[in-house]
């Protein structure tokens, strides 16, 4: 507190610029709460607040830093969460939503509006909860957002028809399992940028996601990008620093 009334008290008597004392707020310290350090500043920083992994918390620590987080200005998202969670929740922090599908609870606040739009593809339906956790996290960041589902390489046919939408898109999450194939397809019918998910989606051989995530980095198409296995909110987060720009 003193670093910011010291900040305060330069700018009033204007000895420093607005700027600099941004900046310097942008590297003030988190908030220490013995188990977890929150970082407060994050949404100076990214344009984005910290989000919370719940999985492997109690939802005494998740309630604890998600109301570390909260403020009027600044979305809070819980990935990874599921529903006596969001029960737990609810009855401390008003105004929370979950999606089950996508595992995220979350609470909104009124966006900027993003120009551009972000497509989801995903190969196969067994793909969908790791686009609902990446849609869910593009809406929530104010982007613009279509999906299209089960157009995977098995049956390729069913993806031209939705080429005219893929060329409308800022950049495009091709979300695929099993061989990975997609991403490169995708990736090769258009000139956007291109976020791979491998998911866990697949037979023995997949490895549980380790084949697509291989294949999906040993690929021949350029302006492809790969995320982690089932990271649909990394690569939402990624698409959404795209749209931004």
């Not at 049956?155 to 939408?165: A, C, D």
Request: net charge positive; charged share 25%.
């Amino acid at each position: 507190m003193e670093r910011i009334a010291g900040l305060l008290g330069a700018l009033r008597k204007k000895r420093v610029s607005a700027r600099y004392v941004l900046d310097e707020l942008k590297k003030l310290p988190y908030q220490d709460l013995g188990f977890a350090k929150v970082d407060t500043h994050r949404h100076l920083r990214r344009g984005f607040p910290e989000v919370v992994y719940a999985r492997g918390k109690t939802n005494d620590e998740i309630e604890k830093i998600s109301k570390g987080l909260l403020s009027e200005k600044s979305p809070l998202v819980i990935t990874r969460a599921n529903s006596k969670t969001f029960n737990s929740l609810k009855k401390t922090i008003p105004g929370i939503k979950y999606n089950s599908r996508a595992g995220i609870i979350y609470k909104r606040v009124a966006p900027h509006k993003r120009r551009g739009l972000v497509v989801i593809v995903t190969a196969g339906t067994s793909d969908i909860k790791v686009a609902a956790e990446a849609r869910v996290t593009l809406e929530i960041m104010g982007n613009r957002a279509k999906l299209i589902e089960d157009a995977g390489a098995a049956g390729i046919h069913r993806i031209f028809k939705f080429i005219p939408l893929l060329e409308k898109a800022r950049v495009i999450i091709v979300i695929a399992g099993m061989e990975g194939a997609l991403a490169s397809v995708v990736s090769g019918l258009v000139s956007k940028p291109v976020i791979a998910v491998p998911t866990s989606t697949g037979y023995g051989a997949s490895f549980k996601g380790i084949t697509p995530l291989l294949a999906m980095l040993s690929g021949c198409s350029p302006g492809v990008s790969v995320v982690n296995i089932d990271n649909g909110f990394g690569a939402a987060y990624f698409a959404s620093l795209i749209n931004r720009r």
